[in-house]
């Protein structure tokens, strides 16, 4: 514990930007993996425990993309895109069988592709820790605000992440394809009845909620090192935004994300080897006082 | 709301004997063949593969059927069990490293933390429902890990409880001895399993199972389902403590990973693979899983791929664990027979 730290921190603004900042792209690269995996518990009702996986292949899709084009935004690209399709390929092939069967019949399911995607991983990008290094257009000194240190590539990180979230929100709520997925989510059968293709509104949300996990992947890419497995840490703090925010919920997920991201970042200062602890406690917390998380709606 | 029902689907209730003492009587008989078999191996076969085999299923046996009871019986799938068996490998370690008490005194000892954690922890979690429990249970888990990691003065951190753990001679045993610990092991294995099968088979036990197919009918005629699921949460934990003090005995030390989640992922792998609707599913799961690995790591570096197809062999094409699939076909060609 080192508290004086985080109290020197907490009075001084250099420090305070430089850690919100940090906190925020945290939060940020977190909302987009965690609010696919809402959204896919959302309408499918399956948790769909190989979503880190999505994020992993992001990142090395956008890491190979961006070695043989050279070009970031081809590289972002490719990384969403690539991990949409085999998002929709793995719900067609595998996911779909087990929809409507026991919940831990859908986890093995999803929990023999976390095995089999590390191991594709190590097969064809190697075993050991890569890096896709910061694209020349980022490569310029950073920004100062109140004398904290703002790299460039963060607020493009947190300004695409916001995008995305602005653009699911309104998707959903105003478009007819987002009513049509409500009303999936709300009643498959009805929407079947009516004559729209439930399996293909399936595959495209799964798709949908693969492609943001890989577009985090894809902008993490040149901010973290690259190692098969690296979708699991991320899987599980996603796991934790959305069960803080409540399953299913959008907005739960954003405000879940962020104060993970806080929690990590000042808790780094605080709490240097405890810092995993306490967005577990965090999490016990809020689950002990609200059982279907903070945004989540009351299970009849 | 579907009620998630671990892998019954639309099968009968069991129907509970009125009588359950000629069962007993066979169950121990059982439990005491199951021990005198386990006890003849090194007589037959002098391998310590053989006899390390023997007690890592031992250990993960004891903790994956324990969990079955929460998974199987009462429906309660826990995605933290885990931290039972690292709490009880950390504490059996540090009792006997710090203190120096005799290894009995050690084991009560160990259980009776257990008891207490797990009453405070299973209080919290058994309100929630479903996938929050698995989650909450998860947080827990993680919760206790992220301690044993950051207590570096106590636990060692992520090296793990290292150099050894004293084994002092008791009623003569002595458990440095590996033949001693071959049996201790098996002795315990057997005698979990004798009372958890007790405990399953048991008024108590169908009422878990009632729980399970219908917590509203369950406290509607009078049960208290929070209690009913509090006290299995706590039996279940004693089990799996059990599990992680033969584990710490074996490896002479305790790891952060045993206390990891994927402990708690694997158990539940185990359950699966085995099945969840016979007793002895979890076990038949255990020995499965270790065969697997064992062989698979010595085949290939690529191990996550071949175990991933067959835990998707097992999920979508069998669509239930092995001694699920043995007993349902038994009964089904008993039924034709019959026919």
Redesign the interface.
């Known amino acids: 514990m080192d508290l004086d730290a985080l109290a020197s921190c907490l009075a001084s603004p250099a420090c305070l930007v430089t850690q919100t900042t940090s906190g925020l792209i945290i939060g940020m690269l977190l909302f987009l993996v965690a609010v696919g995996l809402t959204l896919i518990f959302g309408v499918l009702k399956v ?1 769909n425990f190989s979503h880190g996986a999505f994020y992993m292949f992001g990142a090395y899709f956008a890491m190979t993309a961006y070695q043989v084009t050279g070009s970031f935004a081809l590289a972002i690209l490719s990384g969403a895109v690539g991990t949409a399709l085999l998002g929709l390929i793995f719900e067609r092939v ?1 996911m779909s ?2 929809y409507g ?5 859908q ?3 999803c ?6 995607f ?3 991983v ?2 064809i990008w190697g075993p050991e820790f890569k890096s896709m290094g910061m694209p020349a257009a980022f490569q310029v000194p950073p920004l100062f605000i109140a004398g904290g240190v703002v790299p460039p590539y963060y607020l493009l990180l947190i300004g695409v992440a916001l995008a995305a979230a602005a653009l699911l929100g309104l998707g959903l709520a105003r478009s007819r394809i987002g009513k049509v997925i409500r009303a999936a989510a709300h009643n498959p059968g009805m929407v079947s009845a009516l004559g729209i293709n439930t399996g293909l509104i399936y595959g495209g949300v799964f798709a949908l909620g693969g492609m943001l996990a890989g577009l985090a992947g894809a902008l993490a890419a040149p901010v973290r090192s690259l190692t098969p497995g690296m979708g699991f840490s991320v899987l ?1 703090e996603s ?2 935004v959305t ?1 803080i925010g409540g ?1 299913g919920s959008i907005l739960g997920a954003l405000i879940g994300a962020l104060l993970i991201g806080l929690i990590r970042s000042f808790g780094s200062l605080g ?1 240097p ?2 810092t ?2 306490l967005m ?2 965090f ?2 917390i809020v ?2 006082s609200r ?3 903070l945004f989540g709606k009351e ?2 | 709301m579907t009620e998630v029902q671990a892998g019954q689907g639309t099968q009968p209730l069991e129907v509970p004997r009125i009588d359950a003492r000629p069962q007993r009587y066979r169950d121990v008989l059982i439990a005491l063949v199951a021990f005198v078999l386990l006890a003849l191996l090194p007589v037959l076969f002098g391998s310590k593969q053989l006899l390390d085999f023997v007690i890592r299923c031992a250990a993960y046996g004891l903790f994956a059927t324990s969990l079955n009871l929460l998974v199987g019986y009462t429906g309660l799938i826990s995605f933290g069990h885990g931290m039972f068996f690292g709490l009880g490998a950390y504490g059996f370690g540090l009792m006997m490293q710090k203190t120096g008490v005799p290894i009995p005194v050690a084991f009560i000892a160990t259980l009776a933390m257990t008891v207490v954690v797990a009453v405070v922890i299973g209080a919290i979690c058994v309100r929630l429902k479903e996938i929050y429990f698995a989650f909450v249970t998860l947080a827990f888990q993680m919760l206790i890990h992220s301690t044993i990691l950051s207590w570096q003065s106590l636990t060692g951190g992520d090296q793990g409880l290292r150099g050894g753990i004293p084994r002092p001679p008791f009623l003569g045993i002595d458990l440095s001895n590996h033949l001693h610990l071959y049996i201790t092991s098996c002795a315990l294995l057997v005698i979990g399993l004798l009372l958890m099968r007790q405990i399953a088979q048991s008024p108590f036990g169908y009422t878990l199972r009632m729980i399970r197919d219908n917590a509203t009918r369950a406290s509607f005629i009078g049960i208290d389902v929070w209690r009913a699921k509090l006290v299995i949460f706590v039996l279940a934990a004693l089990f799996a403590a059990t599990g992680g003090i033969i584990m710490a005995l074996f490896v002479s030390g305790a790891y952060p990973e045993f206390a990891y989640w994927t402990i708690s992922g694997e158990g539940i792998f185990i359950n699966m693979l085995g099945g969840v609707t016979t007793f002895l599913g979890p076990m038949v799961g255990t020995v499965l899983l270790l065969i697997l690995n064992d062989t698979v790591t010595r085949l290939t570096e690529y191990h996550g791929i071949v175990l991933g197809i067959v835990i998707l062999f097992f999920a979508i094409g069998l669509r239930k664990g092995l001694m699920d699939f043995v007993v349902e076909w038994f009964a089904q060609r008993r039924g034709e027979g019959r026919a």
Do not use: K
């Not at chain 1, 069967?101 to 019949?105: E, G, Q």
């Not at chain 1, 929990?111 to 089999?116: D, K, N, R, S």
């Open positions: 948790v595998f069988r087990v069967r026991d919940v831990l019949m986890l093995l399911v929990y023999a592709f976390v095995l089999i590390d191991d594709v190590r097969m599980i796991f934790i069960v399953m709490f080897l405890f995993e602890g577990y406690l999490m016990v689950l002990v059982p279907t998380g299970v009849a």
